[in-house]
């Protein structure tokens, strides 16, 4: 692949952000790489347009948008007197940029079906390594602030924190594209309100009620959008689609895939056989490096017409919307309640007992708005005092934002009377 620059300037016209200007010669050539053009056949919500049939736009987006964000996050902290070489503005913004490379198919579905012991976060930085060994060792900088192992760590909390450019683009962006305007938030005037203050990303005082709100509506989305039932129903059946492919797959069972998918689906794959060493790329990462939506729809396709019952109906299920329902409380379902659960399925569908886990079951969703605890939002007076954002709001109930909220469920195909 040729590394050098092709082009001075690159325009991307985005529909949230607007114009959206690409100068950087490796920022450019990143993006025209297989690894980062695979994003665009990875929806940026899994299976969300199930409930809100706009919600189509792709981790591609997000990406470019969030690249966005730091350029304008950067231009302001210089502006105010921080210094950020322009090596670290490029390698910041490339942090953000490849931060979430490592997604697979359908969002989080792989990691709870094809792979373990590995989540997103970690093939990122496995790929992050690997594009490093094809550019000549010019991302050993991005790796470094990725990690948090480089010496101005504020560089890092632009990249990941409870204040970063990766959640005030996906919050703003999946509002738009969902609908939920509850879940927009101002990220250009948070931005403008940030600086450093002893290496900290900190936002400054006449910021307080644009962070106030930007915790609420993260709260709001969590339950509107990411964590809504429906959403959470349609995610289960398709975990579990996969999960009884892969079981077919390794008994031997013929059963169509590509060849990314049948990869997976026929090897017992953990972190161990993603691992980075030196030039040589192995399998699964090649494989995984090919694996998008596109993979896991196509497949579910050809399964619904399978002479296994119960992959043939669960893809079903998934193609005509037939999802399962759901029931949530705040205490955990009692064992003998999910037993009769299992017969009465069982019965339901004349389905064995041993299949019967794949249309029924029990697990929990949890969520919190804020950690104080995790790169605290720190709030700068204009005497020069900070104070976290919990202590210097008097509107937000930070006790009910940083508090864990757990919810246990049960689902079962609708038709099932309870």
């Not at 347009?49 to 792709?58: E, I, K, L, S």
């Not at 591609?60 to 105010?80: N, P």
């Not at 990249?159 to 683009?169: A, E």
């Not at 990314?260 to 993603?274: E, G, M, N, V, W």
């Amino acid at each position: 692949m040729n590394q050098t620059t092709r082009n001075n300037r690159k325009i991307i016209n985005d529909p949230v952000h607007g114009f959206i200007n690409i100068q950087s010669g490796i920022i450019f050539n990143l993006i025209e790489h297989k690894y980062f053009q695979r994003l665009r056949r990875i929806k940026q919500l899994g299976l969300t347009d199930f409930v809100y049939p706009g919600a189509c736009h792709t981790r591609f987006q997000h990406a470019i948008g969030a690249m966005y964000l730091m350029e304008l996050a950067i231009d302001v902290l210089r502006s105010k007197g921080n210094i950020i070489t322009n090596d670290e503005a490029t390698a910041v913004s490339i942090a953000i940029m490849l931060h979430d490379i490592g997604h697979g198919p359908f969002s989080h579905a792989l990691e709870h079906s094809l792979v373990s012991e590995i989540n997103h976060e970690e093939l990122s930085l496995i790929l992050m390594k690997y594009l490093n060994d094809e550019f000549n060792g010019r991302l050993t900088l991005v790796i470094d602030i990725f990690l948090d192992k480089y010496h101005k760590h504020f560089l890092h909390q632009l990249v990941s924190s409870q204040l970063d450019m990766d959640r005030l683009d996906y919050l703003r962006r999946d509002s738009f594209y969902t609908g939920v305007i509850e879940g927009a938030v101002g990220s250009d005037r948070i931005i403008k309100m940030l600086n450093v203050v002893d290496d900290q990303l900190i936002v400054e005082e006449k910021g307080i009620y644009s962070i106030e709100k930007f915790l609420i509506a993260r709260r709001l989305m969590y339950w509107q959008v990411y964590l809504h039932k429906t959403v959470i129903s349609a995610e289960q059946l398709l975990v579990n689609i996969l999960l009884r492919a892969k079981e077919l797959a390794e008994k031997k069972v013929e059963i169509f895939a590509s060849e990314p998918l049948k990869y997976f689906l026929c090897h017992k794959i953990t972190k161990r056989d993603f691992m980075h060493s030196g030039n040589k790329q192995v399998r699964a990462i090649e494989y995984f490096a090919q694996l998008d939506d596109y993979d896991i729809i196509t497949a579910i396709k050809s399964w619904a017409f399978h002479p296994d019952k119960t992959i043939s109906l669960l893809c079903q299920f998934l193609i005509n919307r037939k999802l399962f329902k759901i029931e949530m409380q705040y205490i955990p379902f009692k064992t003998g309640e999910i037993k009769h659960l299992y017969r009465k399925v069982g019965k339901l569908l004349n389905i064995d007992a041993e299949n019967v886990k794949y249309f029924a079951g029990t697990d929990s969703i949890s969520n919190f708005a804020y950690d104080p605890q995790d790169y605290n939002i720190n709030i700068l007076y204009k005497n020069g005092e900070l104070a976290d954002i919990s202590e210097a709001s008097d509107m937000l109930n930070t006790e009910v934002l940083s508090k864990t909220v757990r919810k246990f469920f049960i689902y079962f195909p609708k038709t099932l009377i309870r």
